[in-house]
């Protein structure tokens, strides 16, 4: 599921106490999402009245704290290593439709493969969604082409 800094803003205590270094909650927010900021930084989230909020923000700590510089998760629990998204990234089909199909061996020359029955992440330096290139409409293809809801998805 794509998280947004409204979304985490919600589950934060809305104080905007400062205690964290930042202006706002929804700064707060924005570097939580980057990585920039953990539960633990929010002194207000550790009184007990917030522990609902607390325990919903870890559960999304664990999530970011496991993507990618583009903030790409794949879930290997629900991944079933169809291949789709390694097949429908225009990047890795540039290289060539043996390494795109899953076919030649897995380098650096591409983003993703399909590994002991899951996707990899292989070079995610290249993806279109580095956040040094992206666009007001980051790409998609690879979240479009999964066949299971939630199993590649940017948060």
Known sequence: MSRSPIEIQRLLPRTNCRE???PSCMAFAVKFLKGEKRVGDCPPLQKPEYIGKRIALKEVEAEVQKSTPTRLVIRGDLCTGCGNCVVACPLNVSVSQDVSGGKGPL???VIMGV???????LNIDICRRNESEMQSEPCRICID??????AIDFI
């Open 115 to 121: 590994k002991d029955g899951t996707i990899t992440v």
């Open 107 to 109: 380098t650096k020359d």
């Open 145 to 150: 082409s999964c066949p299971i809801k939630g």
């Open 20 to 22: 964290c270094g930042l």
